[in-house]
């Protein structure tokens, strides 16, 4: 596929099959991810990828610790505005749809949304960290090399999502991953082969048109 069918295809997928990924395939992506760019070329991404008995460890760790812990930062900034507040309602809306999941039922989406915490059965999962003393334009450096993964893993046949939920467990991943105490996590990942069978799988997140966000001026066409 060439790029732009690439982009057009990755989706956040929510529900996987547990057929195992060989470790030299995920390898290949890690390792192909880092020509992403950075600044001054400080390659400021820090991986670590779990599957198999250190996965299910882990998964159980978290199981015992439903409630998580302090977040190191806000996912999303105190009193949403718009239109951000509408994008990110309407988008929970859009995906408990998919399941029949109705908007007063809390605890089903308490369920759904613990799931996070299994990598939605993906048998691959990876934690993206960086120094906690670099700045915005580092973690914008490592949502670049994120996006190479992504797009990598689908030229492999695989499909991923991208999971800022682990922000509410820096303690429990700092522990098990033996992290040094520079290194703070800023997101996570399920990669794996999506279940197409599983209606969680069709939601298509809208995106606005490009006029709502973008401009173009000194153009002749």
Known sequence: MNVSEAI??????????P????????????????KAPSGGNLQPWR??????EPL???????????????PEYD??????WEPFRTRRFQNGEDLYATIGIAREDKPARLRQLAKNGTFFGAPVGIFFCLDRKLGPPQ???????????????????????????WARYPQTIAQFLSLPEELMVFSGMALGFRDPDAPINTL???RDPFEAWGQMRGFDD
């Open 8 to 17: 057009a295809r990755r989706v956040s997928i929510r529900a996987f099959r």
């Open 75 to 80: 996912v999303y900034p105190p009193n949403l």
């Open 19 to 34: 057929d195992p990924v060989p470790g030299a395939v995920v390898r290949q992506i890690l390792q192909a991810a880092a």
């Open 139 to 165: 973690w914008a450096d490592l949502g670049m090399y994120m996006q190479n993964v992504m797009l990598l893993a689908l030229e492999q046949g695989l499909d991923t999502c991208p999971q800022e939920y």
């Open 56 to 70: 299910e460890a882990f998964k159980a760790q978290v199981a015992a610790n439903p409630f998580g812990e302090t």
């Open 47 to 52: 991986v670590y990828a779990l599957a198999g």
């Open 204 to 206: 298509l997140a809208s």
